[in-house]
């Protein structure tokens, strides 16, 4: 399958259905010497492009819509963003390094889908970790779920929400018989969409046996980062990336703060370390977006854009797919 776009390097796609099309907030990847490390240092984007399509063939580039430079907050590392529409405007939510090089997460706001974009001078508050995925449920209320691993520092919380500690650095996520894994986090937005309503909280992922969660040494299914939501025959689909198994997996609830019960792998293994998604309902179908090193020769920090369509089986479940 051929990258969906080949302009640019371009990684972690978010994608919404805005006035009839659809639009691509993915990540930039750029060139770098930085060797690959636990941390993520390789990743060194430092701005976003955005993409729109009606055909999922011809892609339109529209261009730089915010970059490190115009975020006050922000030192480096602009990662994997996502987008939102309410109130007449559009919303973009991004994580970065603050100036003490801790990951919050900011929200930009424009006119149009396409942008430009004008940060907020201050990151959220109480924000923290990477990966912001923005979610309006049909009652207009909106969420955003955020979390990452390793380099996304989500581990550094353990002791609790916003309590810091840089001695968790690196693969230490707390893991071992009968711990549960580091679950996402996910909070209500403020109806004028730049502010959490309350703390962030951790959201459960079950095991479908046990209904207990998922253990933090059950690489194969425990949440790594790249929160996704969406919403299919009313119920409410929080999918995720495992990390050091690179699978995409999903979990199903009832409500958009779970509990969540696993349900199964969407994605096999890409080329490259990192899976990351969205998944978007389109004149009937449903895509899934993702990124693999295919365009780069294997280069991990250089990554593309694909989609492909997925389905669901019988009993509301996605069927696992490959990136062929």
């Known amino acids: 399958m051929p990258p969906l776009i080949t302009s640019i390097y371009t990684a972690d796609p978010s994608a919404h259905v805005f006035n009839d099309k659809i639009y691509i907030y993915p990540s930039h990847d750029r060139e770098t010497d930085i060797a690959f490390n636990d941390n993520g240092d390789q990743y060194d984007m430092a701005d976003y492009h955005v993409f729109s399509t009606s055909d999922l063939k011809e892609v339109t580039d529209h261009g730089v819509v915010l970059k490190t430079e115009d975020v006050p907050w922000a030192s480096k590392q602009l990662w994997a963003p996502d987008a939102a ?171 958009p703060m779970g509990p969540f019960t696993y349900g199964g792998k969407i994605l096999e293994p890409v080329l490259g370390w990192t899976t990351h998604h969205s998944i978007v309902e389109y004149k009937g179908k449903t895509y899934l977006f993702f990124h693999d090193c295919e365009l780069s020769g294997g280069v991990d920090h250089l990554r593309s854009v694909k989609a492909k369509e997925i389905f669901y089986d019988d009993k509301g479940g996605i069927i696992t797919t490959t990136a062929d």
């Not at 995925?133 to 520092?153: E, I, K, M, P, R």
Request: proline fraction near 7%.
């Open 85 to 255: 529409h309410k109130n007449g405007k559009y919303y973009l939510y991004f994580p970065a390094r603050d100036k003490e090089g801790i990951f919050r997460i900011g929200v930009a706001v424009g006119d149009k889908p396409e942008g430009p974009f004008t940060a907020d001078p201050e990151p959220i508050k109480g924000s923290y970790s990477i990966d912001p995925a923005s979610f309006v449920d049909d009652d207009g209320q909106a969420y955003l779920y955020f979390g990452g691993l390793w380099g996304g520092q989500l581990q550094c919380y353990q002791k609790g929400d916003d309590q810091y500690d840089p001695e968790w650095q690196g693969p230490k996520e707390v893991s071992g018989e009968g711990v549960a894994a580091q679950g996402p986090r996910a909070a209500k937005l403020t109806d004028d969409m730049h502010q959490f309503q309350s703390p962030a909280q951790e959201l459960l992922i079950l095991d479908p046996e046990t209904k207990k969660p998922i253990l933090g040494d059950d690489h194969a299914r425990r949440f790594f980062e790249a929160a996704w939501m969406h919403k299919h025959n009313g119920k409410y689909y929080f999918s995720y990336s495992t990390g050091d198994t690179h699978f995409l997996c999903y979990a199903v609830g009832d409500s």
